[in-house]
């Protein structure tokens, strides 16, 4: 029988063929710029806002003598700085080996700790909407259709008494699912009344405005989706950039240092900023399930 020379042969002495390392999808970093926000101090103190009281006209008769009312403000809100950390220990022995590797570990790492501190900003601000007070609509359970929709945004125009006023929508990626399905070719007949946004949705899967209202898709998960499966619920919200507020006191800092003794070097992340509602008598609140549809 004839000698074979098969790659079976060099098995155990065969290298791998090593590709650059990918990194975990992460929701996109738009929270931030959808909110209010301060920068214009430091330190942990807690930025409180005010709000005056509301004067009333009345008719008043020839020759009365006009009183004096109370015109002081009162704390409304109030923000408190929390401070945020992560921490990467990269040995010299590994960092020494990435010139056999794609990836650069030090790169990377640093780069992970950005993407972590986005995280858990969008978190904390995705979580801030369940406590807009003007108005809620839906709830756990419920369904998202088209006219919670306009009624959230309809409630929030009424809450800032303006029709004109720049509104946000966020809502969960799923729930848009949803919607797109009854104002498409998967809905029938559901939007007659508009077939060219039928249309829209059909051809794009995704149409940015409803009502002059700027839409906003959300894919994160827990803890910013309640529950899990499918009885998955999220809170989104309908309101104008002060509604919600972002306060830095200390921007997102990565720094490098060295620690001698154990041979490498910590990459460390930190962050202080406070974040909450500021104006939530101007945003609604709207509820439905966050469930991947199924046909």
């Known amino acids: 029988m004839a000698n074979l020379n098969l790659f079976s042969d060099l098995g155990a002495i065969a290298q791998n063929v090593q590709e650059d390392a990918h990194f975990v999808v992460r929701e996109s970093y738009i929270m931030p710029s959808l909110v209010k926000q301060f920068g214009d101090m430091s330190g942990s103190n807690p930025r409180v806002g005010y709000k005056y009281n509301q004067g009333a006209a009345q008719v008043i008769a020839e020759g009365d003598d006009l009183t004096s009312h109370s015109f002081i403000p009162s704390a409304d809100q109030t923000l408190t700085p929390v401070e945020i950390g992560l921490q990467f220990f990269i040995g010299d022995q590994r960092a020494d080996s990435s010139g056999n590797v794609p990836e650069s570990v030090l790169v990377d790492a640093a780069m992970e700790l950005g993407l972590a501190a986005?995280?858990?900003i969008t978190t904390h601000l995705l979580q801030d909407m369940g406590s807009l007070t003007a108005g809620t609509i839906g709830a756990f359970g419920s369904v998202l259709a088209w006219g919670h929709v306009?009624?959230?945004?309809?409630?929030?125009?009424q809450a800032n008494k303006s029709s004109g006023v720049q509104l946000t929508y966020v809502m969960h990626g799923f729930q848009w699912a949803k919607l797109a399905a009854s104002a498409s070719v998967a809905g029938a007949s559901t939007m007659t009344q508009a077939?060219?946004?039928?249309?829209?949705v059909t051809r794009k899967g995704y149409v940015g405005q409803f009502m002059g209202v700027d839409l906003v898709q959300i894919y994160a998960g827990t803890p910013a989706v309640n529950g899990?499966?499918?009885t998955a619920w999220?809170?989104?919200g309908v309101f104008p950039q002060q509604a919600l507020?972002?306060?830095?006191?200390r921007p997102i800092r990565i720094r490098a240092q060295r620690d001698e003794?154990?041979?490498g070097v910590e990459l460390n992340l930190s962050a202080v900023y406070a974040h909450g509602i500021w104006r939530p008598d101007l945003g609604y609140n709207i509820s439905g399930f966050a469930t991947q549809a199924v046909v």
């Open 150 to 157: 306009a009624a959230a945004i309809a409630g929030a125009r």
């Open 245 to 249: 507020a972002l306060d830095w006191r």
């Open 195 to 200: 077939p060219s946004y039928t249309d829209e």
């Open 234 to 236: 999220f809170v989104g």
């Open 118 to 120: 986005g995280d858990i």
């Open 228 to 230: 899990a499966g499918g």
């Open 261 to 263: 003794s154990r041979r």
